[in-house]
C-alpha cells in the first residue's frame, strides 16, 4: 500500500509541475509548486489507505496543501496562489463532473444528482480546507504583529 501512497504523491508533484508550467512558474517556485501538490495528493491516499471518506481525505489534502503553500509563499515572498492553485489541481473532482454528465446525457437523473452533489461535496471541502488555514494564518499573523507592536510601545515606556 506504501507504493501507491508514494505513487500518488509523484503523480501529484508531476501534474503540479505541469500546471507550474502552463502558468509560467519558474526555477524554486515550480519545484515547491510540485511539492506542495504531492504533499496534498500523498495526504489524500494516505487517510483513504486509513478508511476515512473521500470527503475527509480530501479536506486533509486540501488542509496540508493549503499549509505548505502558506509556507512556501512566506520563504519565496510569492503569492499564495501561486502554489496552492497548481497544487489543487490533482484533487479536483475532473472524473465526478464526467461521470455526472453522463449520467444526465443517459437520463439516469437519479444517478446524476448523485454523483452531482458527491462532485461538488468534495469541491467545497476543498475550497473550505484552503479557508481554514488561510483563514489561521491571516490571526496568526495579526496577533503576532499586535505582539511585536506592544513590545516595541513596552520598550520605548522603559526608556
Same mark, same amino acid.
Given at each position: $500500500?506504501?507504493?501507491?501512497?508514494?505513487?500518488?504523491?509523484?503523480?501529484? =508533484?508531476?501534474?503540479?509541475?505541469?500546471?507550474?508550467?502552463?502558468?509560467?512558474?519558474?526555477?524554486?517556485?515550480?519545484?515547491?509548486?510540485?511539492?506542495?501538490?504531492?504533499?496534498?495528493?500523498?495526504?489524500?491516499?494516505? +487517510?483513504? =489507505?486509513?478508511? $476515512?471518506?473521500?470527503? @475527509?481525505?480530501? =479536506?486533509?489534502?486540501?488542509?496540508?496543501?493549503?499549509? +505548505?503553500?502558506?509556507?512556501?509563499?512566506?520563504?519565496?515572498? !510569492?503569492? @499564495? &496562489? !501561486? =502554489?496552492?492553485?497548481?497544487?489543487?489541481?490533482?484533487? @479536483?473532482?475532473?472524473?465526478?463532473?464526467?461521470? !455526472? $454528465?453522463?449520467?444526465?446525457? %443517459?437520463?439516469?437523473? %437519479?444517478?446524476?444528482?448523485?454523483?452531482?452533489?458527491? !462532485?461538488?461535496?468534495?469541491?467545497? @471541502?476543498?475550497?473550505?480546507?484552503?479557508?481554514?488555514?488561510? &483563514?489561521? &494564518? %491571516?490571526?496568526?499573523?495579526?496577533?503576532?504583529?499586535?505582539?511585536?507592536?506592544?513590545?516595541?510601545?513596552?520598550? +520605548?515606556?522603559?526608556?
Amino acid at each position: $500500500m506504501i507504493d501507491l501512497i508514494i505513487k500518488a504523491g509523484i503523480s501529484a =508533484f508531476l501534474a503540479s509541475i505541469g500546471f507550474g508550467i502552463l502558468f509560467n512558474i519558474r526555477g524554486k517556485r515550480l519545484i515547491l509548486a510540485g511539492l506542495t501538490g504531492a504533499i496534498g495528493g500523498i495526504l489524500y491516499k494516505y +487517510f483513504l =489507505f486509513l478508511g $476515512m471518506s473521500e470527503l @475527509v481525505s480530501n =479536506f486533509v489534502g486540501a488542509l496540508g496543501l493549503a499549509l +505548505f503553500g502558506e509556507i512556501f509563499a512566506r520563504v519565496c515572498k !510569492t503569492p @499564495v &496562489t !501561486t =502554489f496552492i492553485v497548481c497544487a489543487l489541481i490533482p484533487l @479536483v473532482p475532473g472524473g465526478g463532473m464526467y461521470y !455526472t $454528465m453522463l449520467e444526465v446525457i %443517459q437520463g439516469d437523473v %437519479q444517478e446524476a444528482l448523485s454523483k452531482g452533489l458527491q !462532485t461538488l461535496s468534495i469541491a467545497g @471541502v476543498l475550497a473550505l480546507g484552503i479557508l481554514v488555514v488561510s &483563514t489561521a &494564518t %491571516q490571526v496568526y499573523l495579526r496577533i503576532k504583529r499586535a505582539l511585536e507592536t506592544y513590545r516595541l510601545d513596552d520598550n +520605548f515606556n522603559n526608556l
